[in-house]
């Protein structure tokens, strides 16, 4: 059964960092771009930031560019999302997503694209 499990989410107060980690069993994703995204409460889904297979390419939304960095570790089949100067704004539940890139895939649409693969979340809660 093909997983990815999110984890570190939890309570952070304003300014500070938390470092999120996705995962992945039962295939390797490091053919896979892998993304994440974030749903706050009563809101749609969003994009956040993606990195490609090998990790050279990253792409981040605007409201978390210089803030959040993403990466990975490709042995342990394990994204993360290092997350700084945190703001009430960032409280959400926070996705991880695996997607085999196809032909004429732009980054800065990655956010319309289907996934093959997703997690099922991990609170982030940042109090002012």
């Known amino acids: 059964q093909v997983q990815l499990v999110e984890s570190g989410g939890g309570l952070v107060q304003a300014g500070g960092s938390v470092r999120l980690s996705c995962a992945g069993s039962g295939r390797t994703f490091s053919t896979y771009y892998m993304g994440w995204f974030r749903q706050p409460l009563g809101k749609e889904r969003e994009f956040v930031a993606v990195i490609s297979g090998s990790g050279s390419i990253t792409y981040y939304a605007d409201s978390v560019k210089g803030r959040f960095t993403i990466s990975r570790d490709s042995a342990k089949n394990t994204v993360y999302l290092q997350m700084n100067s945190l703001k009430p704004e960032d409280t959400a539940v926070y996705y991880c997503?695996?997607?085999?890139?196809?032909?004429?895939?732009?980054?800065?649409?990655?956010?319309?694209?289907?996934?093959?693969?997703w997690g099922q979340g991990t609170q982030v809660t940042v109090s002012s």
């Open positions: 997503a695996a997607r085999r890139s196809r032909f004429n895939d732009r980054l800065d649409q990655w956010g319309r694209y289907d996934h093959d693969y």
